[in-house]
């Protein structure tokens, strides 16, 4: 067969839907042509034959398996990356189609519906539902202003595209998608096709891997893309579809909140990342500040060509002629526009509005101190009171709808939601530099030594008195150590950025949060930067301080730690400050590395049951914000129903997630996936706000006792395999996890701080889920399951019946079991034997195939089907297709590590590493995961 004929052959053996099964044959014909054209026919040969010795593998044929990888080892290292770049695009060529065809699918669900059977999911079907319900218009508007949704994008490194691939991608599957268009003539399908051509010449000819780790400003730049190439445009449109909805369901439209505010992690991070300093983060928010300005210059100057308003033609309110004299007198209009606009007041408002924009364009190029004194010359309250302004009198003119509707107001919204700053930065930090940081302070300032080595009692006490004390512990003629200065360099910072603009910080996060002290010792070094005083009876306070509980012991504490933090003495006046509010984070990466898959999840659910308990108790109105990774072993999935699995205690409208790595790409490269995204978040949690989520665990009913059953025993298996001597020389040798760490994808390092080489206590929980993907285990995204039910069902037999009873009818529960059912999906034993095979140590190897067959079967038993993933067709036939094509790039990759064991030169080593990234990249792209 043709590598053509192979794809459509083994598609149509999988069931991928006609449309994209087109498509995918359309875009290997290209890549033969082109082939053909540069005369490397091999390639066309190899892509098409290596499937079929897979196929074949798959059959339970050894002989064939044994031939496939003879043929590899037989290939020279040229010959290993060209296929290897070859298959990468093919596959991230195919995930693009894949983003399409759900588009296309969305559209054609969306012609089918009516007021009556909205599309699941979406906004018109959460109002239809509130109406059916019995919720008022007046109800309906007051769930709405209770919505506080704050994505937060961060640069986790996950993502191993370059943005020159992923534009080429997405500009190659866009023209696929046009050439089926009718409306097309014969020359315009020419045109396009040779368009599609000159991309995937760019394309193969583009290094698929970095040459150079990225820096912080390369990551700044990247997370800026999808703000300003779908993120700007997406937000609008999902405040039209609830003012439709609205309209729809109650025959009126309300003013609505403003529901979405973005914050960003990128630039401002700084936890195990010694490339974010102080002058990065500066720099990050002037990019911020710079685009956004940018973005509303561009805005203002297609409104103005819009709002053509005459006022010979239309009565034009006072309120808008005497700002316009008080702009005259501010910014001066030229001659040009005066007589221009002579008789268009809205244009000439607009026009001030730009050249006040301008202003501070200009002022960004100036030194630090210049830029805070010239920021309140126009800020961006004063530029949403202008788009108010103008707001009301289109209305008062007689054009509600062109005020309400359209362009105009998508601006309005637009300056609503991402301010001057765009998206709020956060400053995330471990709490162990705080304290080696207080104890310096503490030391120079001769108050006390040994700061560290006191009780909590003690540091609680001494810390509450230095609060309490007015002077700064700083002194201004000792030199302090250097991570001391850097630190509070940082909280000086921050109060920079407040001056600057009181929106562009967020919050102050403190990773591995253990005692009261780590956040009291946040309190000192905002107070030695002005951040934080104490008047003798309130603390005023100009920051959030959050805590991160993050490993599965911090996360069973966290409830009784928040019970003595919201009782401290020094630490309720701060929840006072902030207008009674406290945020919480809850890592859902390192619990699952520290305890495995069910005992993380059960972990955390726990926690937000009793934390919100805790919050409600001590009136504190709170948000939890949940640090999920883009794979289900770091909290991943769909993160609409991963919110209805909420406990509904915790549940109030407010809630922040971490939108990660290719995460990002997959969301937020489309405008249409990105709508409807959003969309499903707005609908989950308005659903959950309004009561719909996880009812609270009845005292006595047993499901807490068996959870926890569960929840430890998977637990124990996890430990006793991480915790096996042998355990991490055998992960090392047989994951490319060490190559990993050296992918130039990001500026973070791979390990949290030490000089001793890879080690799994400082390893991240990003290259450590990225490794088992890679080799196909998948282990934090089930393991254990098997070896915790089997002995309790065997005990009690009738417990199948109640797991099968939560499946059917507990949110949470349901959404752990199909995320692990995916999991195993996604986990195949002929791939992770391949990589097995290469060590000597079987046993591990053995005990997770084990576990695997164990949790296979009762996953089938509690979903009741017949095969994984039968209730999911769509992805069921995605993996099986993909499956024939990603076995080769894991023979090549178990080939690749094998000749780098065995190399002798430099050089060598050299081939072979950027050889061994191409093939990481192109796993990853297979399996459309990385960590």
Do not use: C
């Amino acid at each position: 067969m043709t590598w053509k004929e192979t794809i459509e052959h083994y598609a149509t053996a999988s069931d991928i839907s006609k449309p994209l099964t087109d498509k995918m044959i359309a875009l290997t014909g290209l890549l033969e042509n082109f082939l053909e054209n540069k005369g490397v026919t091999p390639m066309r040969e190899l892509s098409a034959s290596l499937p079929e010795k897979a196929a074949e593998a798959f059959d339970n044929k050894n002989e064939a398996n044994q031939e496939l990888q003879k043929r590899i080892s037989s290939l020279e290292l040229g010959q290993i990356t060209d296929l290897l770049r070859l298959t990468t695009i093919f596959f991230h060529l195919v995930n693009s189609l894949e983003q399409h065809e759900i588009i296309r699918i969305n559209r054609e669900r969306a012609k089918n519906i009516d007021q009556e059977h909205p599309r699941p999911e979406s906004i018109a079907e959460l109002l239809s539902g509130f109406k059916k319900n019995g919720y008022s218009y007046e109800q309906s508007v007051d769930l709405f202003q209770k919505l506080d949704i704050q994505p937060t994008i961060t640069a986790h490194p996950t993502e191993a595209r370059r943005r020159s691939i992923l534009n080429k991608q997405e500009n190659i599957t866009s023209m696929i998608g046009k050439m089926d268009d009718s409306r097309l003539t014969p020359n315009e399908k020419e045109g396009i096709l040779h368009q599609v051509m000159n991309e995937i010449a760019l394309l193969i000819s583009t290094d698929e891997v970095r040459s150079e780790r990225l820096t912080v400003e390369d990551e700044v730049e990247n997370g800026l893309f999808f703000f300003t190439n779908t993120i700007w445009s997406t937000v609008p449109r999902l405040y039209d579809d609830i003012r439709f909805a609205f309209n729809r369901q109650y025959g009126k439209v309300p003013e609505l909140p403003i529901i979405f505010k973005y914050r960003s992690w990128i630039g401002s991070d700084r936890d195990g990342n010694p490339n974010v300093t102080r002058d990065v983060t500066w720099k990050t928010l002037l990019e911020h500040r710079k685009t956004a300005l940018r973005m509303y210059l561009s805005e203002l100057r297609e409104t103005r060509r819009y709002l053509s308003v005459s006022q010979n033609l239309v009565d034009v309110p006072d309120s808008l002629l005497k700002s316009l004299k008080k702009d005259d007198k501010e910014v001066p209009l030229s001659n040009r526009f005066k007589r221009g606009y002579k008789n268009e007041p809205y244009r000439r408002k607009l026009t001030h509005m730009m050249h006040r924009l301008e202003i501070l364009l200009e002022d960004i190029n100036k030194d630090e101190q210049a830029v805070v004194n010239s920021a309140s010359f126009y800020t961006a309250e004063d530029f949403i009171a202008d788009l108010d302004l103008i707001h009301t009198s289109l209305k008062e003119s007689g054009l509600r709808d062109v005020a309400q509707f359209g362009q105009f107001n998508d601006l309005r919204i637009r300056a609503k939601t991402f301010g001057f700053h765009l998206a709020a930065l956060d400053i995330r930090q471990h709490s162990e530099i705080h304290e080696l940081a207080v104890e310096d302070l503490l030391t120079v300032a001769h108050v006390k030594k040994g700061y560290t080595d006191l009780s909590e009692d003690e540091k609680i006490k001494l810390l509450t008195k230095e609060l309490q004390n007015p002077r700064p512990l700083s002194p201004v003629d000792y030199k302090l150590k250097k991570d001391t200065e850097k630190i509070l360099s940082v909280f000086k910072l921050v109060r920079t950025l407040l001056e600057l603009d009181k929106n562009s910080f967020g919050s102050y996060i403190v990773s591995m949060t253990h005692d009261v002290s780590d956040l009291l010792e946040v309190a000192i070094l905002a107070k030695e930067a002005g951040l934080w005083r104490w008047d003798g009876k309130t603390v005023h306070s100009d920051i959030d301080i959050v805590p991160l509980f993050e490993t599965i012991d911090d996360l069973d504490r966290s409830p009784g730690l928040m019970e003595k933090i919201l009782t401290d003495e020094i630490y309720k006046h701060q929840v006072e400050a902030r207008n009674g509010f406290q945020e919480i984070m809850l890592g859902y990466s390192d619990s699952n590395k520290d305890g495995g898959y069910w005992m993380a999840n059960w972990a955390l659910q726990k926690a937000q049951l009793r934390l919100g308990k805790v919050l409600k108790e001590h009136k504190v109105d709170f948000r939890l914000f949940h640090g999920r990774g883009g794979s289900v072993g770091r909290g991943g999935g769909r993160s609409n129903r991963a919110i209805l699995a909420l406990p509904s205690i915790s549940n109030n409208g407010r809630i922040r997630f971490t939108e990660q790595g290719e995460i990002i790409s997959f969301r937020y490269s489309l405008t249409d996936i990105a709508r409807r995204h959003l969309e499903q978040i707005v609908n989950a949690v308005a659903r959950v706000t309004a009561g719909e989520g996880q009812k609270a665990l009845k005292e006595g009913d047993g499901t807490e006792k068996i959870m926890d059953r569960i929840s430890d025993s998977s637990m124990e298996a996890y430990r006793n395999l991480i915790d096996d001597p042998k355990f991490w020389d055998w992960f090392k040798y047989i994951t490319p996890v060490e190559h990993i760490g050296n992918l130039p994808i990001a500026s973070r390092p791979v390990s949290r701080g030490g000089d001793g080489g890879l080690q799994f206590e400082n390893l991240r929980a990003i290259p450590w889920v990225f490794g088992w993907t890679q080799v196909r285990y998948n282990v934090p995204g089930w393991f254990g399951l098997g070896a915790a039910l089997e002995p309790m069902l065997k005990e009690n037999p009738d417990h199948m019946e109640t797991l099968q009873n939560w499946y059917e009818n507990w949110s949470f529960f349901n959404t752990i079991i199909d995320n692990a059912q995916r999991e195993i999906a996604r986990t195949h034993s002929l791939t992770n034997g391949l990589y097995s095979d290469r060590s000597n140590e079987g046993k591990l190897h053995n005990i997770i195939r084990e576990d695997f067959e164990k949790t296979r079967e009762l996953i089938l038993k509690i979903t009741k089907q017949d095969d994984i993933l039968d209730s999911r067709k769509v992805i069921q036939n995605s993996i099986k297709f993909r499956n024939v094509f990603t076995y080769p790039l894991n023979v090549i990759q178990a080939d690749l590590l094998n000749r780098w064991e065995n190399a002798e030169t430099d050089e060598e080593l050299k081939q072979l590493r950027h050889a061994l990234y191409l093939s990481i990249n192109g796993v990853a792209a297979a399996m459309q995961s990385t960590g």
